[in-house]
C-alpha cells in the first residue's frame, strides 16, 4: 500500500512538471485529494507559520527590489569583486552568502551570477568555478539566515527539546560558513582557456558568454534584477 501511494505521488510531481507552471500545483492537489479520500490517509494541519514567513521574506525582498536596494547590494559586490579580481574564486560564495543570509531566500542571489561570470572571464579563471561553489553558498546560507523560512520550521520542530534560535544559529552559521571557505579554496587548475562549449545549443558559443547569456534569460523572469 505505501508503494503504490508514493507512486501517486510521483506521479503527480512528473504530469505537473510536464504541465508546468500551475499545473504543478493543481497536480499536487490532486494527489493530495487521492490520498485523502481514496486511501483514507488523514491530511496535518498546515504550516501557517512557515507560509507567514516565506509571505514576509518575499515581501520583504520585493519591497528591497522595488526601493533599488537590490541594485545597490549587486553595484557593491560588483566593485568588491573587480577590486579582487584574481580571488573571484573566493570571494563570490561569500558575496551570494551574505546576500541569502540578509534576505533569507536563496533567489537573491540570481542577480550577481552574471558579474561573476564576467569578472571570471576577464580574470582567465574557469567561471563554472566561482559560479558553482557561489550557488552552494548561497544554499547553505538559507540554513544560516535567521529569517529564512527552512530556519523558522527546524526552529519549530526542536521547540519541544528547547533550542533556542541562537542555539541553531551557533552552529548552522559556523558550519556554512567553514564549508564555504573550504568549497572556495584554490586547488590549482585555475586558467581558463576559451574555446567553443560542445553540446551548447548557441551557434559559436564560448562558455562565459553562454553563461552570461543564460543568467540573463533566467534574470529577465525577475524584473529589475541584472
Do not use: W
Not at 55 to 71: K, N, Y
Amino acid at each position: 500500500m505505501l508503494l503504490i501511494q508514493f507512486l501517486v505521488v510521483l506521479a503527480a510531481i512528473i504530469i505537473g512538471a510536464r504541465l508546468g507552471g500551475i499545473g504543478l500545483g493543481v497536480m499536487g492537489g490532486v494527489g493530495l485529494l487521492i490520498l485523502t479520500f481514496v486511501f483514507g490517509l488523514q491530511p496535518t494541519t498546515p504550516p501557517v507559520d512557515v507560509m507567514l514567513m516565506i509571505a514576509a521574506v518575499i515581501s520583504a525582498a520585493s519591497c528591497m527590489q522595488a526601493a533599488g536596494g537590490l541594485e545597490y547590494m549587486v553595484k557593491l559586490a560588483e566593485r568588491i569583486l573587480r577590486k579582487n579580481p584574481s580571488r573571484v574564486t573566493i570571494l563570490s560564495p561569500l558575496v551570494t552568502y551574505l546576500f541569502t543570509f540578509v534576505a533569507g531566500t536563496g533567489h537573491i542571489a540570481y542577480s550577481v551570477l552574471p558579474v561573476i561570470a564576467e569578472v571570471a572571464r576577464e580574470t582567465r579563471i574557469r567561471p563554472e568555478r566561482p559560479l558553482g561553489i557561489a550557488v552552494i553558498a548561497s544554499q547553505q546560507a538559507i540554513t544560516a539566515s535567521p529569517i529564512s523560512a527552512a530556519t523558522v520550521a527546524l526552529l519549530g520542530l526542536l521547540s519541544g527539546a528547547h533550542f533556542s534560535l541562537f542555539d541553531i544559529l551557533k552552529i548552522s552559521v559556523p558550519a556554512t560558513l567553514a564549508g564555504r571557505e573550504y568549497g572556495g579554496r584554490d586547488h590549482g587548475d585555475t586558467v581558463y582557456v576559451e574555446g567553443p562549449l560542445v553540446g551548447c545549443p548557441l551557434p559559436d558559443c564560448h562558455l562565459p558568454d553562454c553563461i552570461v547569456r543564460f543568467h540573463r534569460i533566467v534574470a529577465s523572469y525577475f524584473p529589475g534584477e541584472r
